[in-house]
């Protein structure tokens, strides 16, 4: 069962494991102030193990670019919005990664990527893109960059 995230008392609760554990719960609440902000919904995640078909899709997606991401996932959740598909995957590294899809042809589709504060850039990650900063008072500095996706899922 999925568990709201809440974005006044930031937890850690699943994610424990993290080196970066409370700056990784303070992306995880800056993500779920976002859609209460911008679409009145709750986000709520669930074990990584619970949600294997959506950890599944977004490495599936990520292959597009050759990219496989070593850390251990965490937590996932996945949300319909009018006809876009938002997937997201917290990483025991401290990554978060989106999928943005719109299911109309031509709608938006890219990946998001953002770093807690703390962590190392990852392998898999740090020859392929640059990334941008940017202040959040839930999670500190995140690091973030996209790519737009070109294949159908």
């Not at 494991?17 to 709520?44: C, H, M, Q, W």
């Not at 990520?62 to 949300?79: F, G």
């Amino acid at each position: 069962m999925a568990t709201p995230v809440d974005f006044v008392n930031v937890s850690t609760a699943g994610l424990e494991t993290s080196p970066v554990a409370d700056a990784l719960a303070g992306l995880r609440a800056n993500e779920a102030r976002y859609f209460k902000n911008k679409y009145d919904i709750v986000f709520a995640t669930e074990p990584a193990a619970k949600a294997k078909a959506l950890v599944d899709y977004v490495a599936k997606v990520l292959l597009e670019r050759d990219i496989v991401i070593a850390s251990k996932p965490l937590e996932a959740t996945e949300m319909l919005i009018d006809t876009v598909r938002w997937t997201y995957v917290f990483y025991e590294s401290g990554l978060s990664v989106n999928v943005l899809y719109d299911l109309e042809p031509g709608g938006k589709r890219a990946v998001g990527f953002k770093l807690s504060m703390g962590m190392d850039m990852p392998e898999e990650l740090a020859s392929k893109f640059k990334f941008a900063r940017q202040k959040s008072k839930l999670a500190g500095e995140i690091r973030g960059t996209f790519f737009v996706v070109k294949g159908e899922y």
